[in-house]
C-alpha cells in the first residue's frame, strides 16, 4: 500500500488529479484546506490538500458494477442475436444489397447501445468520498446531539446522493437541508377530536412527570389563564391510590384548579367512574408509575386502562432524557396499552434529544405533547418541529424558514 498527498484548488479538482494518477484504487482519508501559491505570504489562495493511499492489490468490482456488467452481456446477447435474425430473414428473401445495407444500419445502432451501455457502467457509483469534509462535520454535530448510528448513516446516504462535490462546499447550506430532513422525520400527533366525553389515558415509567403532565393538560384544557371562566368540563381520575401521597398530589392540583379528581382501584371500578362522568368534555386518566420491567403489574393496569373504552387515547409519557436501549424497551413493553402518541417530558434537562427524535423515528411514533419544566401549567405545549429541533446544539438552524416549513399543528380545545 502507497501513501499519497494531493494538493488543488478544490475538491473536485483534487479528485480529479488523484483518479488520473492513481486510478480507482486510490482512496481517500483526509481532507483539510489550506493557503495556496503567493510570493511571501502575498497573493495567496485557499485550496485542499488530500491525503489517501492506493493498494497494489486488485480492487474487487463493488456487486451494482457487477450487476451493470452482466446487465450489458445480456444486452448484448440480445441485440446480436436480433442482427443474426434479420440477417437469416433477408437472406431467405434474397434482396443483397438493400439487406447489407440495412443489416449495417442495425449493427451501427448495436454499437451505439453498446457504447451507451458501457458508458453506464463506467461512471463511478456515488462521487461523493463519504470522509468528506463536509460530511465527517455533519456526522459529528449529529453524534455530538446523540442521534443513533442508522439515523447517522441514513443522513450522510442522503447527502451523498444528494450533493455533488462542489455543492458540498457550501456547510451551510448542507446544514440546512440536514435540518429540513431531521424535521421531516419527526411526526406530529393529528388534533384528536372524538364524541364526549373523550377520555385521555396517560402511562409511562416511574417519575417521568406523568401527574404533573395530567395537572398541566387539565388546567389547559379546563382553566383559562385568568382561572375565572371554565373552558371545558374537565375530570381527572386517578389509578395511583397504593403510594402513601400520590392521591394526594393530584387531587392538591384538582383542589387549586377547581377540578374534580377521583380514585379507582379496579377496571369495575374505572367503568362506574367513566359512566359517571359522561357529561363531561374531557377525563384525565393518570396512572401509576411502572417500570416497564414490572410485567405482571402493567398487565393489571392494562386491564383497568381497558375499562375506559375503545374511545379512550393512550398517550405515553417518556422522558428526553431516556437513553437509547431504555427508550426502545419502554416503547415496546408498552405496547399493550395500545398508545397512539408519545408525550415528550422533561425537554429542559438535555439538549441532546437525537436518540429521541432517532427512536420515535425508526418506531414511526408520532409526538402529542411537550413539557419543558415542573411549573403547572406553564411549562407544557403541542408536539412541535420546531421545538425539538431548536433545542439541537452546533447546527446552524434558520428559525424563520424552520417554523414556515413546519408550522405548529394547533390542537385546539377538545371541543373546538
Ligand atoms: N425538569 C422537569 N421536571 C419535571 C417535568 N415534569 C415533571 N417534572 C418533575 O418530575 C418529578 C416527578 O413528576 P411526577 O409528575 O410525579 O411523575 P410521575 O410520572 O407521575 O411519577 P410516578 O407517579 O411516581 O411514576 C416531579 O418533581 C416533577 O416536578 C418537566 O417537564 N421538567
Ligand atoms: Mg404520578
Known amino acids: 500500500m502507497e501513501y499519497f498527498v494531493e494538493q488543488a484548488t478544490s475538491h473536485r479538482e483534487a479528485e480529479h488529479k488523484i483518479r488520473t494518477k492513481y486510478g480507482d484504487k486510490a482512496r481517500i482519508m483526509h481532507h483539510r484546506t489550506i493557503r495556496m501559491g503567493g510570493f511571501l505570504g502575498l497573493f495567496q489562495r485557499?485550496?485542499?490538500?488530500?491525503?489517501?493511499?492506493?493498494?497494489?492489490?486488485?480492487?474487487?468490482?463493488?456487486?451494482?458494477?457487477?450487476?451493470?456488467?452482466?446487465?450489458?452481456?445480456?444486452?448484448?446477447?440480445?441485440?446480436?442475436?436480433?442482427?443474426?435474425?434479420?440477417?437469416?430473414?433477408?437472406?431467405?428473401?434474397?434482396?443483397?444489397?438493400?439487406?447489407?445495407?440495412?443489416?449495417?444500419?442495425?449493427?451501427?445502432?448495436?454499437?451505439?447501445?453498446?457504447?451507451?451501455?458501457?458508458?453506464?457502467?463506467?461512471?463511478?457509483?456515488?462521487?461523493?468520498?463519504?470522509?468528506?469534509?463536509?460530511?465527517?462535520?455533519?456526522?459529528?454535530?449529529?453524534?455530538?446531539?446523540?442521534?443513533?448510528?442508522?439515523?447517522?448513516?441514513?443522513?450522510?446516504?442522503?447527502?451523498?446522493?444528494?450533493?455533488?462535490?462542489?455543492?458540498?462546499?457550501?456547510?451551510?447550506?448542507?446544514?440546512?437541508?440536514?435540518?429540513?430532513?431531521?424535521?421531516?422525520?419527526?411526526?406530529?400527533?393529528?388534533?384528536?377530536?372524538?364524541?364526549?366525553?373523550?377520555?385521555?389515558?396517560?402511562?409511562?415509567?416511574?417519575?417521568?412527570?406523568?401527574?404533573?403532565?395530567?395537572?398541566?393538560?387539565?388546567?389547559?384544557?379546563?382553566?383559562?389563564?385568568?382561572?375565572?371562566?371554565?373552558?371545558?368540563?374537565?375530570?381527572?381520575?386517578?389509578?395511583?391510590?397504593?403510594?402513601?401521597?400520590?392521591?394526594?398530589?393530584?387531587?392538591?392540583?384538582?383542589?387549586?384548579?377547581?377540578?374534580?379528581?377521583?380514585?379507582?382501584?379496579?377496571?369495575a371500578d374505572m367503568k362506574k367512574q367513566i359512566a359517571l362522568y359522561q357529561d363531561a368534555d374531557v377525563i384525565f386518566v393518570d396512572t401509576i408509575g411502572k417500570s416497564p420491567r414490572q410485567f405482571s403489574q402493567l398487565g393489571e393496569m392494562n386491564e383497568v386502562v381497558r375499562a375506559c373504552g375503545s374511545n379512550a387515547q393512550v398517550h405515553l409519557a417518556v422522558s428526553a432524557t431516556t437513553k437509547t436501549s431504555d427508550l426502545y424497551e419502554l416503547l415496546r413493553q408498552f405496547e399493550p396499552f395500545g398508545y397512539r402518541s408519545i408525550i415528550v417530558t422533561k425537554l429542559d434537562e438535555t439538549t441532546r434529544i437525537g436518540n429521541v427524535i432517532s427512536v420515535l423515528h425508526e418506531k414511526q411514533k408520532p409526538i402529542s405533547y411537550l413539557t419543558d419544566g415542573q411549573r403547572v401549567p406553564e411549562n407544557l405545549a403541542v408536539g412541535s418541529v420546531e421545538r425539538l429541533v431548536l433545542t439541537l446544539e452546533r447546527l446552524r438552524i434558520n428559525r424563520r424558514r424552520l417554523s414556515e416549513r413546519f408550522p405548529i399543528l394547533e390542537h385546539g380545545d377538545v371541543n373546538g
Not at 497494489?56 to 435474425?85: C, G, M, N, Q, Y
Not at 455530538?144 to 441514513?154: A, G, L, Q, V
Not at 373523550?198 to 417521568?208: A, Q, R, S, W, Y
Open 46 to 267: 485557499e485550496g485542499v490538500e488530500v491525503t489517501g493511499y492506493f493498494s497494489h492489490e486488485p480492487i474487487k468490482p463493488r456487486p451494482e458494477a457487477i450487476r451493470r456488467a452482466a446487465d450489458l452481456e445480456e444486452e448484448k446477447r440480445r441485440l446480436l442475436s436480433a442482427v443474426k435474425t434479420d440477417k437469416t430473414e433477408k437472406s431467405e428473401q434474397s434482396e443483397k444489397s438493400e439487406k447489407s445495407e440495412k443489416a449495417d444500419k442495425t449493427m451501427e445502432m448495436v454499437l451505439d447501445e453498446l457504447r451507451r451501455l458501457r458508458e453506464s457502467v463506467e461512471q463511478p457509483v456515488a462521487t461523493v468520498p463519504a470522509d468528506h469534509p463536509t460530511i465527517v462535520h455533519v456526522e459529528e454535530v449529529l453524534a455530538f446531539n446523540d442521534f443513533t448510528p442508522p439515523y447517522i448513516d441514513d443522513i450522510v446516504r442522503r447527502i451523498r446522493s444528494e450533493f455533488s462535490m462542489d455543492a458540498l462546499e457550501d456547510v451551510e447550506t448542507v446544514e440546512e437541508r440536514v435540518v429540513e430532513w431531521i424535521g421531516e422525520s419527526i411526526r406530529i400527533a393529528e388534533p384528536i377530536r372524538q364524541p364526549r366525553p373523550d377520555v385521555f389515558v396517560l402511562v409511562g415509567p416511574t417519575g417521568v412527570g406523568k401527574t404533573t403532565t395530567i395537572a398541566k393538560l387539565a388546567a389547559h384544557y379546563g382553566v383559562t389563564t385568568n382561572g375565572s371562566t371554565r373552558r371545558n368540563e374537565v375530570r381527572i381520575i386517578t389509578i395511583d391510590n397504593y403510594r402513601i401521597g400520590a392521591k394526594e398530589q393530584i387531587e392538591t392540583y384538582g383542589t387549586i384548579m377547581g377540578i374534580p379528581v377521583s380514585c379507582v382501584d379496579s377496571a
